[in-house]
């Protein structure tokens, strides 16, 4: 055990093991929200709010755990994607029809896109205050969504 522990201290020191550490963050990441995937029954358990359209329920910056849902119901807050946006859309189910139409909380008008049921990731089921920055200002960084 003391031989192993060597062998890490030396591999993890200095430039190579600050590489080494955030690989190994990410790694650790992907398979932890894979895990939240499966526990959750929805291919994006987590997401950042990117915007104030959800003001004052949700703010920018909030981190929102997802739970796939097949239930869905008028005034339920609801994650989906839209074909205009590289994230998904985190807005309040306003009607349910041929389409389900979503609206923000801050917003005045319904959102124009007509979102389907295939569409819809899950609901929203906690919100963690200011985690989802991780996320945004990773984003804004390196234009990856």
Do not use: C
Request: aromatic share 14%.
């Amino acid at each position: 055990m003391a031989g192993l522990k060597k062998t890490w201290n030396k591999y993890t020191e200095g430039w190579l093991g600050s590489i080494i550490y955030l690989v190994l963050g990410f790694v650790i990441a992907y398979l932890f929200n894979m895990g939240l995937g499966f526990a959750f029954n929805t291919d994006t358990p987590v997401v950042a709010v990117f915007s104030d359209s959800m003001v004052p329920t949700f703010f920018r910056g909030d981190m929102i755990l997802v739970y796939g849902h097949d239930e869905i119901n008028v005034g339920d807050i609801i994650v989906f994607d839209v074909p205009d946006r590289r994230y998904p859309i985190i807005h309040r189910v306003h009607d349910m029809n041929e389409f389900i139409t979503t609206k923000g909380d801050h917003n005045s008008n319904i959102d124009t896109w007509k979102t389907k049921k295939e569409d819809i990731h899950g609901k929203a089921i906690l919100k963690i205050p200011l985690l989802g920055w991780v996320k945004i200002l990773f984003v804004e960084i390196t234009g990856l969504a």
